[in-house]
């Protein structure tokens, strides 16, 4: 074989060779690129973010113009037990330590109750359901009772507020009655090992009584967050 023929001979077997090959990869499936996905890094729970109340009108429900209460005679009432105090008119009687009453009817009554269910619980370890009263689930659940819920910082003490809204009483059940368009509100707060509540309740809860009332809880001081000396009851 001439050196002419064994050149044609090698390049015919390298073709050959090189055209296998290839005939057998466009045989075989094509792997398909997956998508990288990437896990999004868990995100941490944070507490809602509390307003600080700087004025009355910060813990105000609505807009309306009023006049600010002189608030430079009211008494001032300390619980040692619970490690808090505030202040309130004198027109209205603290009759059994918690109990702050007006027989007048031009202010409000409120009560500073402990819960049993509450007791030696933190703010910070009860969750939002459990500061709901369980007698009014049912009637939440079906839509007679709207509820709403704000936290805000009072004097650097942390409070949450719930306000019930009363709508149409349903029939035939075995609790207290009452009108449609009752307000209940709810305060609560630290009280030294334990959260403690404000409550008020009001068929006719005006923008004037309103204003008292969160005039009121604009004075609560916690034993930790006295911004003046912690004077004893007038």
């Excluded at 050959?16 to 896990?39: C, D, H, N, S, Y």
């Excluded at 004198?90 to 702050?100: H, K, L, V, Y």
Aim: glycine share 4%; aromatic share 12%; with cysteine.
């Amino acid at each position: 074989m001439n050196q002419k023929s064994l050149f044609l001979a090698v390049a015919l077997t390298a073709l050959l060779v090189i055209g296998g090959v290839f005939w057998i990869i466009q045989q075989r499936p094509m792997a398909v690129k997956q998508p990288v996905v990437q896990t999004p890094a868990r995100e941490e729970l944070t507490p809602a973010k509390t307003d600080e109340v700087e004025t009355v009108k910060d813990l105000i429900d609505g807009e309306y113009t009023f006049t600010p209460i002189d608030t430079s005679d009211w008494k001032t009432y300390r619980n040692d037990e619970f490690r808090y105090q505030l202040r309130f008119p004198r027109s209205i009687e603290n009759t059994d330590q918690q109990s702050f009453i007006d027989h007048s009817g031009k202010y409000i009554s409120f009560y500073i109750i402990p819960y049993e269910r509450l007791r030696e619980k933190t703010l910070n370890d009860i969750l939002e359901d459990d500061l709901f009263d369980s007698t009014l689930t049912p009637f939440i659940n079906s839509g007679n009772i709207e509820v709403s819920l704000r936290t805000k910082l009072v004097n650097g003490v942390d409070v949450v507020l719930v306000d019930y809204l009363f709508g149409k009483e349903p029939k035939n059940h075995d609790m207290e009655a009452w009108s449609e368009g009752s307000i209940r509100k709810e305060i609560f707060f630290q009280c030294g090992s334990d959260t403690c509540t404000i409550m008020t309740i009001a068929d006719q809860f005006s923008q004037e009584k309103q204003l008292l009332f969160y005039t009121i809880l604009s004075t609560l001081q916690t034993m930790n967050n006295f911004l003046q000396p912690f004077p004893h009851p007038i």
